[in-house]
C-alpha cells in the first residue's frame, strides 16, 4: 500500500514537472519569438512600399540586429537577397500562418510565421519570418536564433524545480508513512485483539473504535459470540447423545447381569460413550474462562470423599488462585484425579496448588502402591485410548492428560516420597 | 429395607425395582418428582435412589425439599450424568451417594446396605449381636458362624433390628419399613415373622415389648 501511494506520488509529481517544463519552454519561446519579432519589424522598416529596401537604414540598425554570436538575419526580394552570409539552412514552413489574413496595406503582410532550421555548425535554430507582399513581389523577412538560447534558461530552472519536486516527493512520502502507521493502528489493535480471542484470552473485542471500525468490531463480536454458542452446542449435544443413551444401556445391563458375555458387551458400550463423551467435552474446550480454584476443589473433595469413604483427602490449595480454565473441565480434569487417587490411596490423599509465575502448580498426591515407571508415561500420554484400561488408572488419568494438554499445560507422574502416586500438573494463571 | 426408588423411565424403573427386590427390599417405586418429594417427607424409607432427570420437579430440587423439611434419610442419585461438576451438585443438594448409569446391581446394592448401616451409626461394615452377626456390604446373616437361610420378609425385620440392636422399634415403624407402601399390612403377620425369626435364632434374642414393639439383644 506505502509503495503504491508512493509510487503515484511519483508519478503525479513527475507529470506536474513535465507539464511545468512545457510551459516554462513555451514561456521561453515566446519570449524569444518577441525578440525575433522585433528584429523582423526593423528589418520591415528599411523596406518601403515597392519593395526596395534601404540599405542605409539597415546599416543604421545593424547593431539591433545582431543581438547574440549566433543570430542571423536575411531580406530577400525582388532587388535580391541581403543578411549573414552563413544564414542557416531552414525547413519548409510545414503549417500555414494561422489566422485570418492581415488586411491588405502598403506594407501588407500575414504576420510572422515560426520556422526551424539547423545552422552551419549542426546548432538547432529557431526562426521567425515575415512576408510583405509589394507590388514587385513577396519580400521575405527572416531573423534566426540558435535554440540554445531558448535551452539554457530551461535547463537553468528545470534542475531548480526538479530537485524542489523530489523534495515533495520524500515528504508526502514521509507523511504518507505516519499517516498509514498512524491510521492502521485501530487496525492493528482490533487484530491482536482478535488473536486474543482465538488464544482464549479474550471473548470479545473492544466496541469502542474509530467510526470506520465499529461495524467490524461488531460484527467480530457477534461472530465470537456464535463461535461461543455453538462451543457450547456442541458440547451440550454431545452431552445429550450420551446420556440419553445411557438408560437404556442401563436397563439392557439389568436384564443382562445374569449372562456374563452379554454383560461384557453392554460394558465395552458403556466405556464407548464415556469415551467419546468425554472426547467432546475435551474437543469443546473454552479457553476464555476463570475459575477460582480453591472452590471447584472444595466441592470435588467432598464429592470424592463421599464416594470413597475410606480415604481422607487433605487440601492444600491457597483462596487465591483462579485458572484460566472452564469451570467444567476443571472438575473433570480435577475430579477424576482425585477420584484415581482415592481409588488406589491406603488412607491419604493430598491436593496442593502453588502460583507459578503465569502458572498454576497443582498436585494430586496419594499413599497407594503407585505406577512402576515403566507404565508411567503410557498411562499418562495424552490421546491414549481411554477405553484401554477400564476402570484403572488409565481413564482418568487419560482425560486429565489430554485436558491439560489443551489448556496448554503440562502433566506429568511421579513417585510420591512415601511411595504412592503423584500426579503433577501446570494449568494456566487467569 | 425400604427403599424409595424415584425412576422415571418406564423400562428402567421397573427393572431396578425387581432387582432390588430380588435382594430383599422393599421397593417403592415412582416416576414423577412432586409425587417423590411428596412421598419422602411423609413416608419411612431407609434410604433413596434418586434418578435426576424427572418430569415434575428434577431430582436436586427434590433433594433440597426433603433437606428442607429436615428428612436426612440417605439419598443415593442414580443418573446418566456422569460430569464431575454434576456429581458435586448432586452432594452440594445434600446426596450422600452417587451411581452413574449404566451401573452392577450388586454395586447399588452394596452402596445402598453402606448408607443405612452409616444412617445407622454403624461404621464398621459386620454388625454383631450375641451369636448373630450381619456382613453389611452382603446383607448375609450368620449364626454361629453359619450362614442363615431367611425370607425377604424376615431379612427386612431382622436387619433392621440388627441396625438398631438394643433399641426398641415401635411395630408400626417396623411395619412402615418391612412392606411396601401399596402392600396390605397388618401387625398379625409381623407376629407370625417374628415367631418364625425366634425359631430359627432362637428366642431369647427378639424381645417383646409389651404395648410397643421388639428389641435385639445381644452385646
Given at each position: 500500500?506505502?509503495?503504491?501511494?508512493?509510487?503515484?506520488?511519483?508519478?503525479?509529481?513527475?507529470?506536474?514537472?513535465?507539464?511545468?517544463?512545457?510551459?516554462?519552454?513555451?514561456?521561453?519561446?515566446?519570449?524569444?519569438?518577441r525578440?525575433?519579432?522585433?528584429?523582423?519589424?526593423?528589418?520591415?522598416?528599411?523596406?518601403?512600399?515597392?519593395?526596395?529596401?534601404?540599405?542605409?537604414?539597415?546599416?543604421?540598425?545593424?547593431?539591433?540586429?545582431?543581438?547574440?554570436?549566433?543570430?542571423?538575419?536575411?531580406?530577400?526580394?525582388?532587388?535580391?537577397?541581403?543578411?549573414?552570409?552563413?544564414?542557416?539552412?531552414?525547413?519548409?514552413?510545414?503549417?500555414?500562418?494561422?489566422?485570418?489574413?492581415?488586411?491588405?496595406?502598403?506594407?501588407?503582410?500575414?504576420?510572422?510565421?515560426?520556422?526551424?532550421?539547423a545552422?552551419?555548425?549542426?546548432?538547432?535554430?529557431?526562426?521567425?519570418?515575415?512576408?510583405i507582399?509589394t507590388?514587385?513581389?513577396?519580400?521575405?523577412?527572416?531573423?534566426?536564433?540558435?535554440?540554445?538560447?531558448?535551452?539554457r534558461?530551461?535547463e537553468?530552472?528545470?534542475?531548480?524545480?526538479?530537485?524542489?519536486?523530489?523534495?515533495?516527493?520524500?515528504?508526502?512520502?514521509?507523511a504518507?508513512?505516519?499517516?498509514?502507521?498512524?491510521?492502521?493502528?485501530?487496525?492493528?489493535r482490533?487484530r491482536?485483539?482478535?488473536?486474543?480471542?482465538?488464544?482464549?484470552?479474550?471473548?470479545?473485542?473492544?466496541?469502542?473504535?474509530?467510526?470506520?471500525?465499529?461495524?467490524?468490531?461488531?460484527?467480530?463480536?457477534?461472530?465470537?459470540?456464535?463461535?461461543?454458542?455453538?462451543?457450547?452446542?456442541?458440547?451440550?449435544?454431545?452431552?445429550?447423545?450420551?446420556?440419553?443413551?445411557?438408560?437404556?444401556?442401563?436397563?439392557?445391563?439389568?436384564?443382562?447381569?445374569?449372562?456374563?458375555?452379554?454383560?461384557?458387551?453392554?460394558?465395552?458400550i458403556?466405556r464407548?460413550?464415556?469415551?467419546?463423551?468425554?472426547?467432546?467435552?475435551?474437543?469443546?474446550?473454552?479457553?476464555?474462562?476463570?475459575?477460582?480454584?480453591?472452590?471447584?476443589?472444595?466441592?470435588?473433595?467432598?464429592a470424592?470423599?463421599a464416594?470413597?469413604?475410606?480415604?481422607?483427602?487433605?487440601?492444600?490449595?491457597p483462596?487465591?488462585?483462579?485458572?484460566?480454565?472452564?469451570?467444567?473441565?476443571?472438575?473433570?480434569?480435577?475430579?477424576?484425579?482425585?477420584?484415581?487417587?482415592?481409588?488406589?490411596?491406603?488412607?491419604r490423599?493430598?491436593?496442593?496448588?502453588?502460583?507459578?509465575g503465569?502458572?498454576?502448580?497443582?498436585?494430586?498426591?496419594d499413599?497407594?502402591?503407585?505406577?512402576?515407571?515403566?507404565?508411567r508415561?503410557?498411562?499418562?500420554?495424552?490421546?491414549?485410548?481411554?477405553?484401554?484400561?477400564?476402570d484403572?488408572?488409565?481413564?482418568?488419568?487419560?482425560?486429565?492428560?489430554?485436558?491439560?494438554?489443551?489448556?496448554?499445560?503440562?502433566?506429568?507422574?511421579?513417585?510420591a516420597?512415601?511411595?504412592?502416586?503423584?500426579?503433577?500438573?501446570?494449568?494456566?494463571?487467569? | 429395607?425400604?427403599?424409595?426408588?424415584?425412576?422415571?423411565?418406564?423400562?428402567?424403573?421397573?427393572?431396578?425395582?425387581?432387582?432390588?427386590?430380588?435382594?430383599?427390599?422393599?421397593?417403592?417405586?415412582?416416576?414423577?418428582?412432586?409425587?417423590?418429594?411428596?412421598?419422602?417427607?411423609?413416608?419411612?424409607?431407609?434410604?433413596?435412589?434418586?434418578?435426576?432427570?424427572?418430569?415434575?420437579?428434577?431430582g436436586?430440587?427434590?433433594?433440597?425439599?426433603?433437606r428442607?423439611?429436615?428428612?436426612?434419610?440417605?439419598?443415593?442419585?442414580?443418573?446418566?450424568?456422569?460430569?464431575?461438576?454434576?456429581?458435586?451438585?448432586?452432594?452440594?443438594?445434600?446426596?450422600?451417594?452417587?451411581?452413574?448409569?449404566?451401573?452392577?446391581?450388586?454395586?447399588?446394592?452394596?452402596?445402598?446396605?453402606?448408607?443405612?448401616?452409616?444412617?445407622?451409626?454403624?461404621?464398621?461394615p459386620?454388625?454383631?449381636?450375641?451369636?448373630l452377626?450381619?456382613?453389611?456390604?452382603?446383607?448375609?446373616?450368620?449364626?454361629?458362624?453359619?450362614?442363615?437361610?431367611l425370607?425377604?420378609?424376615?431379612?427386612?425385620?431382622?436387619?433392621?433390628l440388627?441396625?438398631?440392636?438394643?433399641?426398641?422399634?415401635?411395630r408400626?415403624?417396623?411395619?412402615?419399613?418391612?412392606?411396601?407402601?401399596?402392600?396390605?399390612?397388618?401387625?398379625?403377620?409381623l407376629?407370625?415373622?417374628?415367631?418364625?425369626?425366634?425359631?430359627?435364632?432362637?428366642?431369647?434374642?427378639?424381645?417383646?415389648?409389651?404395648?410397643?414393639?421388639?428389641?435385639?439383644?445381644?452385646?
Amino acid at each position: 500500500m506505502l509503495i503504491v501511494s508512493a509510487l503515484a506520488t511519483a508519478v503525479a509529481l513527475a507529470l506536474a514537472g513535465a507539464a511545468m517544463a512545457g510551459l516554462l519552454g513555451r514561456l521561453v519561446v515566446e519570449g524569444l519569438d518577441r525578440r525575433l519579432d522585433a528584429e523582423l519589424a526593423l528589418l520591415a522598416s528599411a523596406v518601403d512600399a515597392d519593395g526596395h529596401v534601404d540599405r542605409a537604414r539597415l546599416e543604421r540598425v545593424r547593431g539591433a540586429l545582431d543581438a547574440g554570436p549566433e543570430w542571423r538575419w536575411r531580406v530577400d526580394g525582388p532587388d535580391g537577397t541581403l543578411g549573414s552570409a552563413d544564414f542557416p539552412r531552414l525547413d519548409h514552413p510545414l503549417d500555414p500562418p494561422l489566422g485570418p489574413a492581415p488586411p491588405a496595406g502598403p506594407l501588407a503582410s500575414r504576420g510572422p510565421r515560426p520556422r526551424e532550421g539547423a545552422a552551419e555548425s549542426g546548432g538547432e535554430v529557431h526562426a521567425r519570418e515575415l512576408v510583405i507582399a509589394t507590388p514587385r513581389g513577396d519580400v521575405t523577412l527572416t531573423a534566426a536564433a540558435p535554440r540554445s538560447v531558448v535551452r539554457r534558461p530551461i535547463e537553468g530552472a528545470l534542475w531548480p524545480l526538479l530537485g524542489a519536486l523530489a523534495a515533495v516527493a520524500a515528504v508526502l512520502t514521509a507523511a504518507l508513512l505516519v499517516q498509514l502507521r498512524v491510521g492502521l493502528a485501530p487496525l492493528r489493535r482490533l487484530r491482536d485483539q482478535v488473536a486474543a480471542i482465538r488464544g482464549g484470552a479474550r471473548d470479545r473485542v473492544e466496541e469502542d473504535q474509530p467510526a470506520e471500525l465499529r461495524p467490524l468490531a461488531a460484527e467480530l463480536n457477534a461472530l465470537a459470540a456464535d463461535n461461543a454458542a455453538a462451543l457450547a452446542a456442541a458440547r451440550g449435544a454431545a452431552a445429550n447423545l450420551a446420556h440419553a443413551l445411557k438408560t437404556p444401556v442401563a436397563a439392557l445391563a439389568l436384564d443382562l447381569r445374569d449372562r456374563p458375555e452379554q454383560a461384557a458387551q453392554i460394558e465395552r458400550i458403556d466405556r464407548t460413550i464415556r469415551h467419546h463423551l468425554a472426547r467432546a467435552r475435551a474437543a469443546a474446550i473454552d479457553r476464555r474462562a476463570a475459575t477460582s480454584l480453591r472452590p471447584a476443589a472444595e466441592g470435588l473433595v467432598a464429592a470424592v470423599g463421599a464416594l470413597h469413604r475410606d480415604a481422607r483427602i487433605a487440601l492444600d490449595v491457597p483462596a487465591d488462585l483462579v485458572v484460566a480454565v472452564d469451570a467444567q473441565d476443571l472438575d473433570e480434569l480435577l475430579g477424576n484425579l482425585l477420584d484415581n487417587a482415592a481409588r488406589h490411596a491406603a488412607a491419604r490423599v493430598t491436593l496442593g496448588a502453588v502460583r507459578d509465575g503465569r502458572w498454576v502448580a497443582v498436585e494430586v498426591v496419594d499413599d497407594g502402591p503407585g505406577i512402576p515407571a515403566t507404565e508411567r508415561e503410557r498411562v499418562a500420554r495424552p490421546g491414549t485410548r481411554l477405553d484401554e484400561r477400564g476402570d484403572g488408572h488409565g481413564f482418568g488419568l487419560a482425560i486429565a492428560s489430554e485436558l491439560v494438554a489443551l489448556y496448554g499445560g503440562a502433566l506429568s507422574l511421579d513417585q510420591a516420597s512415601g511411595g504412592g502416586l503423584a500426579v503433577r500438573l501446570t494449568l494456566p494463571a487467569a | 429395607m425400604r427403599i424409595l426408588l424415584v425412576e422415571d423411565d418406564r423400562d428402567l424403573g421397573p427393572r431396578i425395582a425387581r432387582a432390588l427386590r430380588d435382594e430383599r427390599c422393599a421397593v417403592d417405586l415412582v416416576a414423577d418428582g412432586v409425587d417423590a418429594a411428596h412421598l419422602g417427607e411423609t413416608e419411612a424409607y431407609d434410604a433413596a435412589v434418586l434418578d435426576l432427570g424427572l418430569p415434575g420437579m428434577d431430582g436436586v430440587s427434590v433433594l433440597r425439599a426433603w433437606r428442607a423439611a429436615g428428612r436426612d434419610l440417605p439419598v443415593l442419585v442414580l443418573t446418566a450424568r456422569d460430569g464431575w461438576s454434576d456429581k458435586v451438585s448432586g452432594f452440594k443438594a445434600g446426596a450422600d451417594d452417587y451411581l452413574v448409569k449404566p451401573f452392577r446391581v450388586e454395586e447399588l446394592v452394596m452402596r445402598l446396605r453402606a448408607l443405612v448401616r452409616r444412617a445407622a451409626g454403624h461404621a464398621q461394615p459386620l454388625l454383631r449381636a450375641g451369636p448373630l452377626s450381619l456382613d453389611a456390604p452382603t446383607g448375609t446373616f450368620e449364626l454361629d458362624g453359619l450362614p442363615l437361610k431367611l425370607t425377604a420378609l424376615e431379612w427386612r425385620v431382622l436387619s433392621q433390628l440388627m441396625l438398631r440392636k438394643g433399641v426398641v422399634i415401635e411395630r408400626l415403624d417396623l411395619l412402615e419399613k418391612v412392606y411396601e407402601g401399596d402392600a396390605d399390612t397388618d401387625s398379625n403377620s409381623l407376629e407370625v415373622i417374628v415367631g418364625r425369626l425366634r425359631k430359627k435364632i432362637g428366642a431369647a434374642l427378639i424381645e417383646t415389648v409389651r404395648g410397643r414393639g421388639y428389641r435385639l439383644v445381644g452385646e
